[in-house]
Nanobody, 114 residues
Framework: VQLVESGGGLVQAGGSLRLSCAAS????????MGWYRQTPGKQRELVAS???????NYADSVKGRFTISRDNANNTVVLQMNSLKPEDTAVYYC?????????WGKGTLVTVSS
């Protein structure tokens, strides 16, 4: 099982980034795919998740700025991040849940400069 993220990087405040994640090797239906983020000394927190029917759930801090979308046929998920703020700086992890199993990507760093 592998989750491969891409799209992180450095951006100025107010800018945009697009994170992508592709899942492979998961043979069962993926109930939810999403993104979490973590900064040093803090717990990993949910950013956004999407179910098979693309029902989305967002952290309050990103509502109205981030949009998540899934491609069920290809087991991919994309996080479009707009109006980025310095407090969005973190390592972003792709997540997939399938029949009680939880899978994680290795993470991609997003840095937002002020």
């Amino acid at each position: 099982v592998q989750l491969v993220e891409s799209g992180g990087g450095l951006v100025q405040a107010g800018g945009s980034l697009r994170l992508s994640c592709a899942a492979s090797g998961i043979r069962t239906s993926i109930a939810a795919m999403g993104w979490y983020r973590q900064t040093p000394g803090k717990q990993r927190e949910l950013v956004a998740s999407a179910t098979t029917r693309n029902s989305a759930n967002y952290a309050d801090s990103v509502k109205g700025r981030f949009t998540i979308s899934r491609d069920n046929a290809n087991n991919t998920v994309v996080l479009q991040m707009n109006s980025l703020k310095p407090e969005d700086t973190a390592v972003y992890y792709c997540n997939a849940m399938s029949y009680g199993m939880i899978y994680w990507g290795k993470g991609t760093l997003v840095t937002v400069s002020s």
